[in-house]
């Protein structure tokens, strides 16, 4: 079942630019203060990666090494909105960019512990 919708995908060149957007798909669902919300993506032929996690209460960040200092995370507690700026981007960050959401932030990088999935977004760095 989706539950959340991510939105900004697309095609850019190497060094470049985009911000990602993830929202609830329906008015019912609730981010609690415990959750943390992520980003993961997944790689033609790879498995899928986490990027970047936020915790709801108190904004604490997480990223995958190969992602840090290049993109941010941040979240929108009043629009229950979580964005993925995604700065310096290289070839090997295309893929399909997942929003999830998870009840506390143990464990974030185990996507089997996420309990809300959005359908994903295409980012593709290249010609």
């Known amino acids: 079942q989706v539950r959340l919708v991510e939105s900004g995908g697309g095609v850019v060149q190497p060094g470049g630019s985009l911000t990602l957007s993830c929202v609830p798909s329906?008015?019912?669902?609730?981010?609690?203060?415990?959750?943390?919300m992520a980003w993961f993506r997944q790689a033609p032929g790879k498995e899928r990666e986490f990027v970047a996690g936020?915790?709801?209460?108190?904004?604490?960040?997480y990223y995958g090494d190969s992602v840090k200092d290049r993109f941010t995370i941040y979240r929108y507690a009043a629009e229950n909105a979580v964005t993925l700026q995604m700065n310096s981007l290289k070839s090997e960050d295309t893929g399909v960019y997942f929003c999830?959401?998870?009840?506390?932030?143990?464990?974030?990088?185990?996507?089997?512990?996420?309990?809300?999935w959005g359908q994903g977004t295409q980012v593709t760095v290249g010609a």
């Open positions: 329906e008015s019912t669902f609730v981010i609690y203060s415990s959750n943390l």
């Open positions: 936020v915790t709801w209460r108190n904004n604490q960040k």
């Open positions: 999830a959401r998870k009840s506390d932030r143990w464990a974030y990088t185990d996507e089997s512990k996420y309990d809300a």
